[in-house]
């Protein structure tokens, strides 16, 4: 089986579309740079179909690999027949393989070894064979002094039938489809005699879980991944199990010739034995390890939407901004940032009890926005946020200010971070933490990449899933996004660049120690200047460059450089200069793009071009806006059933969503209370960050659990 073949299977795509995407993969080019200039040679893919192909390429690599490790050790056994090694390259699939296998795979001495050391492997042929009317007689030849009676030679006989019946792929094929199908999921509660207040009180949050029953096919990934660490935090105990009678009887309707003879009693024999030690142990952890992938790519898929969306949340742009990590006894620490994110300010104010000094911080918060001139203040939505909202509401600003609060979740980790003990060595956590919050309102995307996307706080389980998996699925997230948005060459720190088209992290410090060294960038063709960077970074790169102001007035759009005399031909043809044609709606309407097609550039590529010189540098993402909370809302206790209250989606699950209504704790909107009629999908209804108005259904103080609605 060839890359081609496997990856077809599994996408409908066109053959010709597959082998162009491997040949640019195989040619160093990036997902971001073929999805965008390469369209006429894929056939137009988007991002998601090449990061598919992308995907499946690496699994057919890893099951060549496997093949190739198991076709070794069997030739190393000696084992290896034509027909083998036939039906091995003929597998599509891992598990296929495995099967074939599995009777070569070097174990632990089994029962039915010693049983063949005994000199009983021809009694169990002869009873598999189940041609002989009476084996009482044939048993008997087999008695020996380790093999005492005709039971220990039927005892021995069996246990090497039950080892054949578990090694057959038939059967592990028949009995896997039987396990998925109709196998149970199962959860009982452990309980523990000595258990310490704290673990019955941990062991609480999987109550439901104590006495739970459902078809393992229609488990949610949410409750699966759920029982599963109630599992391992030791408090339940979880299995999958099938109807045992159906299962005796499917493996008998796979082996059994004559049920009437007496070899068929004890080959039923060794079926229940192999189903009981064997065959059901074996293929319910797999089926269980499936579901649990499955589980686990739900999971993170939540988790990548999330991403996406947070990452492309609005930002407010190059402003001075003064931020605020609020707090009650440590006081809220403030700094003020200019339009390029650098500090300028820091200090820490008291508007609130115990110390309580309002007045000195009113005038201290009006002092630092008239001296910095500052545009915005972005407060953490952390302890103390609704309180430090109201105050800053009260300061008689002598020019306007817009006052957001800001998602602070992860500010904390970047503030302890390596990259932000880099970016301010001679501040302590606290301001670090503060500057974050404030960033992170000018420019949310160029903030968040610095964080680890686990600490962000916007999935489900992401501690559970497959960290390899979720961390591949989080990097492409980022690389998307970064990619789609573009980066500005002379604004941009490292961390930023780092997921630029063909960068990496050594090329962003390398351009980063340029631009300080050499001054800000004013052409793209400067980025070849630039060490280590060569023509193929370029090529990838430099479209996802923006120079605002530079000399051509291309190099601040997402055409790419090797388009540029295309371009100046378009200008040419309509006898205007290229600054006169871009955001030319007039002019542009003009332009034929079949007469630009050429060898190299294909309609779409043209396409593209003649989109982007309608809007060039477009920032895809919207303006952020104020949301004002509630002033009457200010703790969990303040919430009644039946109250209308305007809030932000700030997490996004199987189940529903989360929304902050401006208090310490998110309140959940269940998929059924999203709208009226059924929902599959709860991004169907709602997004990151969107504002909502929800109605209070249920509050639950002692839990701290909000319940909301979206149907009014």
């Given at each position: 089986m060839t890359a081609l073949a496997y990856i077809q299977q599994r996408l409908d795509l066109p053959s010709s579309s597959i082998t162009a995407t491997l040949q640019l993969l195989k040619d160093d080019c990036s997902i971001p740079f073929i999805s965008r200039y390469r369209k006429d040679v894929t056939g137009n893919l988007d991002e998601v179909a090449i990061e598919n192909i992308v995907r499946l390429n690496r699994d057919f690599d890893q099951l060549e690999k496997r093949r190739e490790s198991i076709?070794?050790?069997?030739?190393?056994?000696?084992?290896?027949?034509?027909?083998?090694?036939?039906?091995?390259?003929?597998?599509?699939?891992?598990?296929?393989?495995?099967?074939?296998?599995?009777?070569?795979?070097?174990?632990?001495?089994?029962?039915?070894?010693?049983?063949?050391?005994?000199?009983?492997?021809?009694?169990?042929?002869?009873?598999?064979?189940?041609?002989?009317?009476?084996?009482?007689?044939?048993?008997?030849?087999?008695?020996?002094?380790?093999?005492?009676?005709?039971?220990?030679?039927?005892?021995?006989?069996?246990?090497?039938?039950?080892?054949?019946?578990?090694?057959?792929?038939?059967?592990?094929?028949?009995?896997?489809?039987?396990?998925?199908?109709?196998?149970?999921?199962?959860?009982?509660?452990?309980?523990?005699?000595?258990?310490?207040?704290?673990?019955?009180?941990?062991?609480?949050?999987?109550?439901?879980?104590?006495?739970?029953?459902?078809?393992?096919?229609?488990?949610?990934?949410?409750?699966?991944?759920?029982?599963?660490?109630?599992e391992n935090e030791g408090y339940l105990r979880v299995k999958t199990e099938v109807n045992t009678e159906a299962l005796q009887h499917l493996v008998e309707q796979n082996i059994l010739k004559n049920p009437e003879k007496e070899c068929a009693l004890q080959i039923s024999k060794a079926i229940s034995d192999s189903i009981k030690q064997l065959l059901a142990p074996a293929i319910s952890n797999e089926v269980m390890a499936e579901a649990k992938v499955k589980a686990d790519l739900a999971s993170i898929q939540v988790f990548a939407s999330n991403l996406h969306q947070l990452l492309m949340a609005p930002p407010l742009g190059q402003k001075r901004i003064l931020g605020i990590d609020p707090g009650f006894r440590s006081g809220c620490k403030i700094v003020c940032i200019d339009e390029k994110g650098d500090l300028l300010h820091n200090e820490t104010i008291y508007p609130h009890p115990p110390q309580q000094e309002s007045h000195t911080a009113i005038k201290k918060i009006r002092s630092l926005a008239n001296a910095y001139k500052i545009e915005a203040i972005a407060i953490g939505n952390g302890t103390a946020s609704r309180e430090t909202e109201a105050f800053i509401k009260k300061v008689p600003f002598d020019h306007p200010v817009q006052v957001f609060v800001v998602n602070e979740a992860g500010a904390s980790v970047y503030s302890a971070s390596k990259i932000g003990r880099e970016e301010f060595p001679s501040f302590d956590v606290t301001v670090r933490g503060a500057v974050s919050i404030a960033r992170r309102l000018a420019d949310p995307l160029a903030e968040l990449?610095?964080?680890?996307?686990?600490?962000?706080?916007?999935?489900?389980?992401?501690?559970?899933?497959?960290?390899?998996?979720?961390?591949?699925?989080?990097?492409?997230?980022?690389?998307?996004?970064?990619?789609?948005?573009?980066?500005?060459?002379?604004?941009?720190?490292?961390?930023?660049?780092?997921?630029?088209?063909?960068?990496?992290?050594?090329?962003?410090?390398?351009?980063?120690?340029?631009?300080?060294?050499?001054?800000?960038?004013?052409?793209?063709?400067?980025?070849?200047?630039?060490?280590?960077?060569?023509?193929?970074?370029?090529?990838?790169?430099?479209?996802?460059?923006?120079?605002?102001?530079?000399?051509?007035?291309?190099?601040?759009?997402?055409?790419?450089?090797?388009?540029?005399?295309?371009?100046?031909?378009?200008?040419?043809?309509?006898?205007?200069?290229?600054?006169?044609?871009?955001?030319n709606a007039e002019a542009i309407s003009k332009i034929n793009p079949s007469l630009y097609v050429n060898g190299d550039i294909g309609i779409h590529t043209i396409n593209d071009i003649i989109a982007e010189l309608k809007k060039p540098g477009l920032d895809p993402r919207k303006s952020a806006k104020v949301l004002e909370f509630d002033d009457s809302i200010r703790t969990i206790a303040d919430l009644r059933p039946g109250m209308i209250l305007p809030g932000i989606v700030n997490n996004i699950t199987h189940f529903g969503c989360f929304v902050d209504i401006g208090i310490k704790e998110s309140g959940l909107v269940h998929i059924s209370q999203l709208r009226e009629g059924f929902v599959k999908d709860v991004n169907e209804v709602v997004t990151l960050h969107q504002h909502v108005r929800v109605r209070v259904t249920d509050v639950d103080q002692e839990r701290r659990r909000i319940q909301l609605s979206m149907i009014l």
């Open positions: 076709l070794h050790l069997l030739r190393e056994q000696e084992v290896l027949t034509p027909l083998l090694e036939e039906k091995l390259l003929a597998c599509g699939t891992l598990q296929e393989m495995e099967d074939l296998y599995l009777p070569y795979k070097k174990r632990k001495k089994t029962r039915a070894d010693v049983a063949r050391e005994r000199g009983l492997e021809p009694l169990a042929k002869i009873i598999m064979a189940q041609r002989t009317a009476s084996i009482d007689g044939v048993a008997a030849r087999f008695l020996t002094a380790e093999v005492p009676d005709r039971e220990a030679a039927f005892l021995g006989a069996r246990d090497i039938i039950a080892e054949w019946i578990n090694e057959n792929q038939y059967v592990r094929k028949a009995v896997r489809r039987l396990y998925q199908r109709t196998s149970v999921l199962s959860s009982k509660q452990i309980t523990r005699k000595e258990a310490t207040p704290e673990e019955l009180a941990a062991a609480e949050k999987y109550r439901q879980y104590f006495d739970w029953q459902e078809p393992l096919h229609k488990a949610p990934p949410h409750r699966l991944l759920a029982m599963l660490r109630g990449v610095k964080i680890d996307p686990k600490a962000i706080g916007v999935g489900q389980y992401q501690h559970d899933v497959d960290q390899g998996l979720l961390r591949q699925e989080l990097d492409l997230v980022v690389i998307r996004c970064v990619n789609s948005v573009g980066v500005n060459l002379n604004t941009a720190g490292k961390h930023l660049l780092a997921y630029v088209s063909g960068i990496g992290e050594k090329l962003a410090a390398n351009i980063v120690a340029y631009r300080m060294e050499n001054g800000l960038f004013t052409d793209r063709n400067q980025l070849k200047k630039v060490p280590r960077l060569g023509e193929k970074a370029f090529q990838q790169a430099a479209g996802f460059l923006r120079i605002p102001g530079a000399k051509n007035p291309l190099d601040a759009s997402a055409v790419h450089p090797e388009a540029y005399a295309l371009v100046q031909k378009m200008a040419l043809d309509l006898q205007l200069e290229v600054s006169a044609l871009i955001a």
